[in-house]
């Protein structure tokens, strides 16, 4: 596997956060999905709300549930 080197963000439009929920509603259960729902609901005017996943690992976790999403969404 190749090894990639960078910094990911995400701006959490609320678009994206209802994705989000959405996405975590139909594929999470247990403590996973009252954490993630809870993260994504906490800022509920998101106006720059910068997800940086350098940042935190709860922050890492939240952008690869929105890419999850975006494919789920998509595919």
Known sequence: M???KGHVSVVLTPELRQLAVDHTYATEDG????????WFQEQETPNGYVL??????????????IARALLWKYE
Do not use: G, P, Y
């Open 2 to 4: 190749r090894e990639f």
């Open 31 to 38: 403590e996973d999905r009252d954490d993630l729902l809870r």
């Open 52 to 65: 940086d996943a350098a940042n935190s690992e709860a922050d890492a976790h939240m952008i690869v549930v």
